[in-house]
């Protein structure tokens, strides 16, 4: 529910690994690549003020054939991000220190290259300065453990031959 948070599932995993001299690692999952899975509060997807919450992926054909390939948080839309950001802060206010670190989930997303499966909103730009507003705002939560990026490709590049520095 908005504003309130169940980490009980975390503090089982960490007091389970404590108990046996292990450390505790987070990935934090706000996108998914199988149509049948949505890693967002329902709260997300009905209030208006949140456009939705989510994005539809699609396999990289752009005509009438192009299929979903799952959901991720729409990491570029400030009313989303923001949400996601109270998460992070609620999270490093009880674990930053108690666990070995926490990463967010890939940079990568699939909405085609023509513009025609752009989301509302979406740009590769306003995408990358999502993504790097969320970077901040982990390392501001979690400054005594480790606060990593999962970083393969950004929408709007493809690494070697169309580089245009949103990586």
């Known amino acids: 529910q908005k504003d309130r948070?169940?980490?009980s599932g975390i503090r089982h995993d960490l007091a389970l690994l404590r108990r046996n001299g292990k450390r505790l690692f987070i990935q934090l999952q706000d996108v998914s690549f199988d149509a049948s899975?949505?890693?967002a509060p329902r709260y997300l997807l009905t209030d208006t003020a949140y456009h939705g919450g989510i994005a539809g992926q699609y396999a990289r054909d752009e005509d009438s054939t192009a299929?979903?390939?799952g959901y991720v948080a729409r990491r570029w839309d400030p009313a989303v991000r923001l949400r996601f950001?109270?998460?992070?802060a609620a999270?490093?206010?009880e674990f930053d220190g108690q666990i070995e670190g926490i990463n967010l989930a890939e940079?990568?997303?699939e909405f085609g290259t023509s513009g025609a499966l752009f989301p509302p909103g979406f740009t590769p730009t306003t995408?990358?300065?999502g993504v790097i507003d969320n970077i901040r705002a982990l390392r501001r939560s979690f400054r005594a453990s480790v606060a990593m990026q999962y970083?393969?490709?950004m929408p709007g590049e493809w690494l070697p031959d169309d580089d245009k520095g949103y990586l």
């Open 5 to 7: 948070y169940d980490f």
């Open 151 to 153: 970083a393969n490709f």
């Open 67 to 69: 299929k979903p390939a």
């Open 85 to 88: 950001q109270k998460l992070l």
């Open 37 to 39: 899975i949505i890693n």
């Open 91 to 93: 999270l490093g206010q």
């Open 127 to 129: 995408y990358r300065d």
């Open 107 to 109: 940079t990568s997303v």
